[in-house]
């Protein structure tokens, strides 16, 4: 196998460029002007490169799609291999409280560089504004269609990311493409509760979607237009395909101590017990902002200037279930600009894992969000894209 066709100048593609002995040539096809776009764009500007996690069975749990077939590539290309690909490269990193990893700099052009440079290095022709626009397999090789030529490949690697035009072309090789909807979204809700509380935010709430088994906790957000934070961007990933199907019209149910009503219940029995003179405007016994407080004791109709020794038993109760089982009506998302994926793409079925190739075509390779994987925010999308080339690039290598 000598010529190498590789369709989108994104983070897998370039990555790929980049591990590919010199004895290849590749040919990068893409159709903006400037390659790794996203890659500038990411981490908001600070590209989040990937997580400093280094056991491949807790990195898949990131994975709401994908987490099976990514196991086996990251055992063989980690986070870790990752840092050190780019360490050196002279691209240092460092490890965030959280495990997010980013370049030192804080600037996402170190990567995009790097990537650049590795691939100039080994002699890869990068096509900016030429797109792919037809692909035709004969006589066991490709004829790629691009809008300014024809050409023939010896092996195509579909690196397209989420683009509809490609999965078009796919389907049209014979490959099932799972419908793409959005994933990490907040939730949109115009509940008046909320009106006078944006940027409230609560440790360990925990939500749950009614009527189905999506529960997640973590931090949670309340913006101008409804909820976001951890605990909500994770949740959409994970029912990303449910909540399309709902339409985005859909209840939550929040317990924003993560505590059970009982807990509280009795946090606030015992409160009362050993300071039966506060006032419940001054103090409360869980941690929870005095402007929240306010407002949902405005909700339950309970009197902020109320002493503890007046609260009845049946306004305890409406408190704790108030802040254990509190339901809201959610009426569509919220894309975040920050980061956001999409859930669907190639069927992963028709893929073999081993080396990333198609079930269907041989030589035909797919890598990153053109196939039906996606992550959680954090790095994982990134290390996917990283992971999965590095793996067909050791292939392709050892032929
Ligand atoms: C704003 C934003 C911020 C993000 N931040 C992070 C982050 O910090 N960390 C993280 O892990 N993930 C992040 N992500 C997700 C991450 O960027 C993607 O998962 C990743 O870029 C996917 O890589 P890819 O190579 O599959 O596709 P892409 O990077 O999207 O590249 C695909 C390329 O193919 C080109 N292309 C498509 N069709 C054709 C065609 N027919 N012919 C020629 N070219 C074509 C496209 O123009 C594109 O440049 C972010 C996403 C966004 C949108």
Redesign the pocket.
Known sequence: MQKIAI???????FFLGANLAPSFLVHI????TV?L???R???GGR??VTHACFDPSILTEFYPRGSRELRSIFYQFMCGDTMQWFEERKVPLKIEEDGRVFPISDNSLDVVETLIKENIKRKTQVHLQ???KAIKFENQRFKLETTQATEIFDAVVI?????R??WELLKTLGHTVVAPVPSLFSFNCRDAFLKELPGTVFRNAEVQILDSSFRNAGDLLFTHRGFSGPAILVLSAWAARFLAEKKYQFQIQINFLGKTPDEILQGLKNFKKKHPQQLLTHHFPFELTKKFRKEFLKALEIPQERKYADLSNAEMQLIADFLSLKKFDIDGKITN?????TAGGVDLKEIDFKNMQSKLIPNLFM????LNIDAVTG?????A?WSEAAVLATYLNRL
């Open positions: 369709i989108g100048g994104g983070a897998s593609g096809y893409e159709k903006a390659p776009q996203k890659v764009a990411s981490g590209c989040n030429e797109t792919v690196a397209s990311g989420s683009s035009q490609m600009k920050d980061e956001f994926v890598l990153g969000e053109v790095g994982f999308n990134f290390q894209c």
